[in-house]
């Protein structure tokens, strides 16, 4: 019963450094959502994907880049990671509007 | 785009007593959502409404839509200390009906 799967779990980062965070689901679902949390933010929506092979940006997209593999992997990459991305990342998939999420990564950029 | 609204961000309350959230939108949503995050973990689906006027319990949670669709309520009946968490309204926007959250209200329970 594996659902959303993320890697890392926990990630430091130097300023300037890049990264990539994998997530994979294996529910069959179209979407698939990356949110970052912050204290008092909520979940804010990075990017989505509505099906495999398309990608569009949510409410804080700069930064970030995505990209849907297949139909179970969706994965987010900070080119220049900054200080502004520290912050607990989530992957989410769909099914009839109902989400699933994964466990986070929780990145730290120094 | 659409936005959900939830206050307040904290609320504290004694072990056993009841307690009730809201979460309100300028606009009309068609699904409500209602999602519990543990600490340290992702977001858990609780409740999902279709239907204005729908009443759903799953528990000892109960959820309403609003009748004019632009609010959405849960309420929480003789909380218990392992109902600490964040609690989120969500529901879908846009022509790709991407999920949208509202910024969550952090419930304390105090034993």
């Known amino acids: 019963n594996a659902g959303v799967t993320q890697t890392p779990k926990f990630q430091v980062l130097k300023t300037g450094q890049s990264m990539t965070l994998q997530c994979a689901q294996d529910m069959n679902h179209n979407s698939m959502y990356w949110y970052r949390q912050d204290p008092g933010m909520g979940l804010r929506l990075i990017y989505y994907s509505a099906s495999e092979g398309t990608t569009d940006k949510g409410e804080v997209p700069n930064g970030y880049n995505v990209s849907r593999l297949n139909k179970r992997e969706f994965s987010l990459r900070l080119e220049s990671a900054a200080p502004s991305q520290t912050s607990v990342y989530f992957c989410a998939s769909t099914a009839l509007e109902l989400a699933f999420f994964g466990q986070g990564t929780r990145l730290t950029v120094v | 785009g659409q936005q959900l609204n939830q206050n307040p961000q904290s609320m504290f309350i004694q072990e056993g007593e009841d307690v009730s959230m809201n979460c309100t939108s300028s606009?009309?949503?068609?699904?409500w959502l209602w999602y519990k995050q543990d600490p340290g973990e992702g977001p858990v689906l609780l409740i999902a409404l279709y239907k204005a006027g729908e009443l759903t319990s799953n528990g000892r949670l109960t959820a309403q839509f609003g009748i004019t669709r632009k609010d959405s309520f849960l309420n929480i009946s003789a909380s218990i200390p392992s109902d600490v968490g964040i609690y989120f309204c969500?529901?879908?926007?846009?022509?790709?009906?991407?999920?949208?959250f509202g910024k969550g209200i952090t419930l304390s329970v105090r034993p």
């Open positions: 969500a529901g879908p926007t846009g022509a790709n009906s991407k999920l949208t």
């Open positions: 606009s009309i949503f068609n699904t």
